[in-house]
């Protein structure tokens, strides 16, 4: 399934306005972002369907996102009230999938410092030894909402920065712990590409090794430091990623709503051209 994320300027369009020119390309499936309403209504007389629900990540969003695996009660209180609203909405949307942000580890320390101050592999050694109470705390949350939506899937990207939850070896943990639990790896090409710059695993260590757990992939494209260019403008080489996806993985093309429905199209044409949408 390909899918367009509510992500590029659902917010300044009526639902009206919005799908027809994708259904003019026959582009039906959508993924809905947790602060965006669907109307199911709607949905029920169209051709739409709803891919999957994306939980906004920090760098999605103008306002502070509370992590799942923070030290403080109060702030993963607020995390799990935003993991409800977003059950409550592939629920009534009807997908199962919900892509989630799992949180980050506040590196105080590491910020502090210049690359010239200290390497990239001080900073990763730092960061990778305070991960156990996070992990363990996320692992429980992830634990506890199975049991509430068992019918769930709880999809988890890998990192996009060297703060945030899971790093490589930290997806495979989190799987291995939580076996009982509807989990799934959801692939993003740009969290890679960065993870990558600042020499942690790139794409094909993810891809290798989480290609068997995974539910979808968010499609975007990254320059300099930045992500959520529209495919084939910035530094990854998407026809790379062909021979390695599942074929039933969801492909969902998110784009920051910047740029123009041309640029959407321009993306959309590029990710054919790669093989990566049918």
Request: aromatic content about 12%; hydrophobic content about 40%.
């Amino acid at each position: 399934m390909f899918a367009i994320s509510t992500l590029w300027r659902f917010s300044t369009m009526t639902e009206e306005e919005y799908y027809p020119p994708f259904w003019e390309k026959s582009i039906y499936a959508f993924e809905v972002m947790e602060d965006h309403f669907v109307n199911p209504l709607f949905l029920k007389e169209t051709p739409l369907k709803i891919a999957n629900i994306a939980m906004r990540f920090p760098w999605e969003s103008k306002e502070e996102i509370p992590s799942l695996c923070s030290a403080y009660p109060q702030e993963r209180e607020k995390a799990c009230h935003r993991f409800i609203a977003s059950a409550q909405k592939a629920i009534a949307l009807q997908t199962p999938y919900i892509v989630v942000w799992p949180g980050r580890i506040p590196l105080d320390e590491i910020s502090s410092l210049s690359s010239e101050e200290e390497s990239w592999e001080k900073k990763i050694a730092i960061r990778k030894k305070k991960a156990a109470p996070y992990l363990e705390r996320l692992c429980r949350t992830l634990f506890d909402m199975s049991r509430k939506y068992p019918d769930l899937v709880f999809c988890l990207p890998p990192a996009r920065h060297l703060e945030d939850i899971p790093l490589f070896p930290e997806m495979e943990a989190i799987l291995d712990d939580l076996k009982t639990v509807r989990l799934a790896y959801w692939h993003n090409p740009a969290n890679c590409h960065f993870l990558q710059k600042i020499g942690l695993e790139g794409q094909e260590p993810w891809l290798y090794q989480y290609a068997k757990n995974m539910a979808g992939i968010h499609l975007e494209d990254a320059a300099g430091k930045e992500g959520l260019y529209p495919a084939g403008t910035g530094e990854i080489a998407f026809k790379n990623l062909k021979n390695d996806l599942p074929k039933k993985a969801i492909r969902v093309l998110r784009i920051d709503s910047r740029f123009s429905l041309q640029e959407v199209f321009f993306a959309w044409q590029h990710l054919k051209e790669a093989g990566l949408v049918e």
